[in-house]
């Protein structure tokens, strides 16, 4: 009985194809029926024959380059990514949770890396770290579709070593590097796809305070940011004090935020940073205060109290956002091959 189960047992299993026991079946088929799945298919094919779309990837990947070179140079070292988490970044505006199985257990995909690079710096030998980060986030009820892509490449990095003044300093010495050489190497292409020579950039950046810039204007922060964006046509700047995620140290003799972002002409941020809250009591206050679900972040909490986090500084480089605003692309899809637009049907 048992050699004539075995037998059969093993029948079965070598009569099924490969196509039975691939993962594919899980996953719900497109309906080509459905006049939006056609749609999206075409406009698909459509968005991929852009002529400029290989000059525009060439740039891309100089700027991808460019980064991490001066990192490299600067002695930051690249781990393996991590893609997903039981806890990320819960950012500091509404999106859709984007989460998987993970043998079970149920884990979020990378929204950025910033939990990873303060783990590193507390618990390795490691001091100055980044990734090229592949990073999703399913932004929700978004008025500009031309700034958000649901994927997108962030090239995040950390140091012990850094604070809110030097990483500034680091930031702009990266930035004109890549603008810069942009300008001479691809100043042509650059005039053909914009529509104007690209500026070279003019060091020290611009500072702007949003929550004394607001005060000024009368109006709310997000007004205010406008308002800077279209006083400076010509060169990127910083704004620093904002109020957004826990992490970001706020110095409580001033009430500022050691934070950071840098603003192109036209497009906007490009990049967000800052010096980090790395104590559990100063990490838990702050997430009370924004209202965080704790528990959610138990793992970074937990190593802040039993391990000590670091002090340290960093920063994340919107990979397609900088090659858009070089660029001065109506569209951060225009980077893509295929568009990743929110809350949009995708066929590729």
């Known amino acids: 009985f048992f050699f004539a189960f075995l037998s059969t047992s093993l029948s079965t299993a070598m009569s099924k194809t490969i196509g039975d026991i691939i993962s594919c079946h899980q996953v719900d088929a497109l309906d080509w029926k459905d006049p939006q799945v056609i749609e999206a298919f075409e406009s698909a094919c459509n968005h991929c024959r852009n002529p400029d779309l290989l000059d ?12 991490t070179d001066c990192l490299i140079k ?18 500091n505006h509404e999106t ?6 993970y043998y079970g257990q149920k884990v979020t995909l990378s929204q950025s890396m910033i939990f990873n690079k303060m783990l590193v710096s507390a618990l390795s030998n490691i001091q100055k770290v980044f990734w090229v980060s592949p990073n999703i986030r399913k932004e929700m009820n978004v008025k500009d579709t031309g700034r958000y892509a649901t994927e997108f490449t962030q090239i995040d990095f950390e140091s012990t ?25 691809e100043g042509d292409v650059i005039e053909r ?11 020290p950046l611009k500072r702007y305070d949003l929550a004394d810039e607001a005060a000024k204007l009368g109006c709310t922060q997000g007004q205010a940011e406008d308002v800077l964006v279209s006083q400076n046509p010509n060169q990127p700047f910083f704004l620093t004090n904002l109020k957004r995620e826990a992490y970001d140290r706020r110095e409580e003799s001033t009430g500022k935020y050691k934070n950071y972002d840098v603003l192109f002409p036209v497009v906007g941020e490009i990049l967000s ?14 997430m009370h205060e924004l209202g965080y679900k704790i528990e959610y972040f138990e793992p970074i909490l937990r190593v802040a109290k039993e391990h000590g986090l670091k002090s340290s500084a960093g920063a994340g480089f919107g990979v397609e956002r900088l090659v858009r605003a070089i660029c001065l692309l109506p569209s951060i899809q225009a980077v893509y091959p295929f568009p990743r637009i929110p809350e949009k049907l995708i066929v590729f």
């Open 96 to 101: 859709e949770v984007p989460e998987m199985k």
């Open 56 to 67: 525009i990837v060439r740039i891309r990947t100089k700027v991808q380059h460019m980064i």
């Open 193 to 203: 796809i914009s529509g104007r020579r690209l500026p070279k950039l003019q060091r």
């Open 161 to 185: 070593q850094l604070d809110f003044e030097s990483c500034m300093n680091l930031i702009e010495e990266i930035l004109e590097v890549i603008v810069n050489t942009l300008a001479e190497e």
């Open 273 to 286: 940073g800052a010096e980090r809250e790395h104590t559990h009591e100063r990490l838990t206050m702050r």
């Open 74 to 91: 600067k002695g930051f070292v690249h781990p393996p990514v991590a893609l997903f988490s039981p806890c990320t970044d819960p950012l």
